[in-house]
């Protein structure tokens, strides 16, 4: 952690109360210059820093950027040890975790982005990334379960990441199946597994699991094609202090309580709970958009969901009675 980050970290836990310069180096074990040095630089990012003759330094506010260091504290105090890495800007933190793994990292670690140039989503869709409205963040882990287990990190992300928003907006929120989490009738959040597996043991070597979410509707809007369908925590473009580091912090320890039992499936009753298409009727399109048929081209376009069961299937019975369980990599529905 550098000196910048660790002035924050300290201004931030005891906010409105002021360290003179030399108090926060002989801390810090630093010079008074690199204090100031750090504090010119936080200021400079938007956080208020107040600086006052013979009384110091105090933070009276904080922009919502993302902090590492905020992040790992609230992490650490719940138990969770996990390295936690911030970039400005990369084209899909889901690509620049494959990199470090390319370079040879074998740790577990969560990376956030303030911005995606070119986020992704499942079927390669695209993901909508602009700067400093979403949380965009994946997390690299090296679980020893095997590939058929591994696809369950889906399920257990959306319940993570819905418990999440919740918390911080007091606001109900929903699951469409399979990953998509919703709010007020609109999706707010997208996510994207990613793995390599050993042929030869079975199991999984890497998984990356990517998650982005909608924040704050950005400014101008969203894009013409996703505006009907996406919407965001909060309906304001007003951003509200520290709110991502607080979300993220939220999640990734949801994720994580649930990720240290994944055999268990202690998640699944709170994503059946969620899951708003049960007991609704759908229709069923295949991944490229088109009518879904059976065998003999019987017409298996429209359905009732009758429920999930435990590898997260949808089971679904046809307007002929016919009951039949349903792969997401084989189908999508339209409530």
């Known amino acids: 952690m550098g000196i910048k980050e660790q002035v924050l970290l300290l201004l931030e836990n005891q906010k409105g109360n002021f360290f003179s310069g030399q108090e926060i180096a002989d801390r810090l074990l630093v010079t008074r210059a690199s204090i100031w040095k750090a504090v ?12 006052v003759t013979n009384r110091g330094y105090a933070l009276k506010r904080s922009p919502d950027l993302l902090s590492a260091a905020y992040i790992e504290q609230e992490l650490h105090a719940e138990g969770v040890n996990l390295k936690v890495k911030v970039e400005r800007k990369v084209d ?32 390669g869709r695209s993901f909508y990334s602009p700067q400093g409205t979403g949380l965009y963040m994946s997390l690299l882990l090296h679980p020893n379960v095997t590939a058929e287990e591994g696809t369950m990190l889906t399920t257990l992300t959306a319940v993570a990441a819905a418990k999440a928003v919740e918390k911080v907006s007091n606001e109900e929120v929903l699951i469409k199946w399979v990953n998509d989490v919703w709010m007020r009738g609109k999706k707010i959040s997208g ?25 704050y509707e950005p400014g101008e809007g969203f894009p013409e094609e996703i505006k009907d369908v996406a919407g965001a925590v909060f309906t304001s473009h007003i951003q509200k202090e520290n709110m991502r580091n607080r979300l993220a912090s939220e999640f990734i320890k949801n994720f994580m309580e649930y990720y240290h039992e994944l055999p268990s499936k202690n998640y699944l009753e709170e994503y059946r709970k969620r899951c708003f298409v049960i007991g609704k009727k759908v229709k069923i399109i295949t991944p490229s958009g088109e009518p879904y048929k059976a065998g003999e081209g019987i017409d298996r376009t429209s359905a009732t969901v009758l429920g999930i069961d435990d590898a997260c299937h949808l089971q679904v019975q046809y307007t002929d009675g016919t009951i039949e369980f349903l792969s997401s990599g084989e189908i999508s529905i339209k409530v």
């Not at 010119?40 to 938007?46: F, H, I």
Request: hydrophobic share 40%; no cysteine; net charge negative.
């Open 40 to 51: 010119k630089a936080l200021q400079k990012e938007g956080y208020a820093i107040e600086a």
């Open 92 to 123: 899909s933190t889901n690509n620049v975790l494959k990199q470090y793994i390319a370079e040879g990292e074998k740790e577990d670690m969560v990376l956030l982005a303030e911005e995606q140039s070119a986020g992704r989503g499942r079927r």
């Open 191 to 215: 996510i994207l597994t990613e793995g390599s597996a050993s042929l030869e043991e079975g199991k999984l070597e890497y998984v990356i699991v990517g998650i982005g979410i909608n924040i």
